[in-house]
Nanobody
C-alpha cells in the first residue's frame, strides 16, 4: 500500500504563499486521481483540490483562482501551490490517492498521512 508524506506547511501572513508537497512511496501513475484535503479544528475534513492522471483538475469554490494542484509522475510527487492565503485557509492539509466515479467525482481510498499544518495569521 502506498505511503504518503506531506510537507511544506508553516506560518504565513495573509496574502502570502506556500507550496505543499506530497511524496509517495510508490508510483503515483498507478492511481487515476489524487487529491488534497484539509481539516480545520472542529470541522470535518474537506476536499480542496483533485487531479486525474490525464491532468484534469477540480477545486473547491473557496480556493478557486488561488490554489493550483499539480502532479509529477516521474518524481511520484503531487503539489499544491497556495497563493493569496487567507486566515480561513488555516488547517492541517492531507493528500491522498483515489479514483473517479463514472460521473467524474474524485474519491480517496488510500491511507491518511500525518498531514502538514498551514497557519495563516498576522
Amino acid at each position: 500500500q502506498v505511503q504518503l508524506v506531506e510537507s511544506g506547511g508553516g506560518l504565513v501572513q495573509p496574502g502570502g504563499s506556500l507550496r505543499l508537497s506530497c511524496a509517495a512511496s510508490g508510483s503515483i501513475s498507478n492511481y487515476n486521481a489524487m487529491g488534497w484535503h484539509r481539516q480545520a479544528p472542529g470541522n470535518q475534513r474537506e476536499l480542496v483540490a483533485s487531479i486525474t492522471s490525464s491532468g484534469s483538475t477540480n477545486y473547491a469554490d473557496s480556493v478557486k483562482g488561488r490554489f493550483t494542484i499539480s502532479r509529477d509522475n516521474a518524481k511520484n510527487t503531487m503539489y499544491l501551490q497556495m497563493n493569496s492565503l487567507k486566515p480561513e485557509d488555516t488547517a492541517v492539509y492531507y493528500c491522498n490517492v483515489g479514483a473517479t466515479t463514472l460521473s467524474g467525482s474524485y474519491y480517496p481510498f488510500g491511507p491518511w498521512g500525518q498531514g502538514t499544518q498551514v497557519t495563516v495569521s498576522s
